[in-house]
């Protein structure tokens, strides 16, 4: 007896869903039945949501966030301090924007320098941040890779070649808010500690 399974057209939509990041193969199943059965649920509209966010946003040609238009919200926003944080990717300035501190200008670099996955320099925005560095006289940059390995090297190859030409520094690292040393490896406490301030 044939094996039963879904039509081609099911499957071809499990497969694309499959190709989501964090998306494993029952979820892709899950999100298509649903899509397709849920009174809820309106493909076409998503379809017609998504063919319009690929259309229209693009990255900005200034800082790499995300845009709409020839800049971004925040390299057209001229009350913005001059100072510049370097992040790796565009989905890191949100956070930053969120918490309501930090009023300046960012920098996306489209990634972190990984040699085991052949990220050289090259592959990614350094050379945009040097010239923006020159071009908009920016006083300090603030360095904010993550704090894994590959960050770490980023960060200390970025402040290499910005040595000499503004201030430089790099965001704390230490124990998030609400949460207790027992759940704190060594590293984090390190620097947690190599980070305090007076009060």
Known sequence: MA????????????EELRRLPGVGPRSA??????????????PVGLASIL???????????????????DRCAICSDSAREPIICVVEQAT?????????????RYHCLGGKLSPLDNVTPEDLR??????RIDAEEVPEVILAPGSDVEGEATANYLAS???GKCHITRIAQGLPAG???????????ARALEGRRGL
């Open 29 to 42: 199943e899950r999100i298509a039945i649903w899509l397709l059965q849920s009174p809820k649920a309106d």
């Open 161 to 163: 070649l910005l040595r």
């Open 3 to 14: 094996r039963i399974d879904y039509p081609e057209a099911v499957g071809a939509l499990v």
């Open 51 to 69: 063919a319009r966010a690929k259309a229209e946003v693009v990255s900005c040609p200034n800082c790499g966030f995300f845009a709409t238009a």
């Open 179 to 189: 949460g207790g040393l027992e759940h704190a490896d060594a590293l984090t406490l």
């Open 126 to 131: 350094i050379g945009s941040l040097l010239r």
């Open 92 to 104: 890191d300035v949100l956070p930053l924007e969120r918490s309501g501190v930090f009023k300046g």
